[in-house]
């Protein structure tokens, strides 16, 4: 189970921080992901961490403005999502990697369990 939340209405510029609490599996062992949907588009990959928090990756449009991290112990994903643009708005989703180990990876096929999704809205 994933839940995922920290969603709300923000202001361009502005930060949020994004949660997703894990349980159901051992959470410490596998690579998670953020991905997003806007109105009217395709859901993309935002950011992904490995299981160690040793490797991290972002996609070009996040780069230098959003910050994945996990907490292993909480069995919890981050998402620090600053200077946030228009853009950005979207329902924004956490994964778990479908095999323990793996690097991390932008593929939505890799990812075998998905979070509700919470929604970010940026206002100008």
């Known amino acids: 189970h994933l839940q995922a939340s920290g969603g709300g209405l923000v202001q361009a510029g502005g930060s949020l921080r994004l949660s997703c609490a894990a349980s159901?599996?051992?959470?410490?062992?596998?690579?998670m992901g953020w991905f997003r949907q806007a109105p009217g588009k395709e859901r993309e990959f935002v950011a992904a961490?490995?299981?160690?928090?040793?490797?991290?990756y972002y996609a070009d449009s996040v780069k230098g403005r959003f910050t994945i991290s996990r907490d292993n112990a909480k069995n919890t994903v981050y998402l620090q999502m600053d200077s946030l643009k228009l853009e950005d708005t979207a329902v924004y989703y956490c994964?778990?990697?479908?095999?323990?180990?793996?690097?991390?990876?932008?593929?939505?096929?890799?990812?075998?369990?998905w979070g509700q999704g919470t929604l970010v809205t940026v206002s100008s």
């Open positions: 994964a778990v990697d479908r095999a323990p180990w793996n690097p991390v990876s932008t593929a939505q096929d890799r990812y075998d369990y």
């Open positions: 159901g599996r051992t959470f410490s062992r596998y690579a």
């Open positions: 961490i490995n299981w160690s928090s040793g490797s991290t």
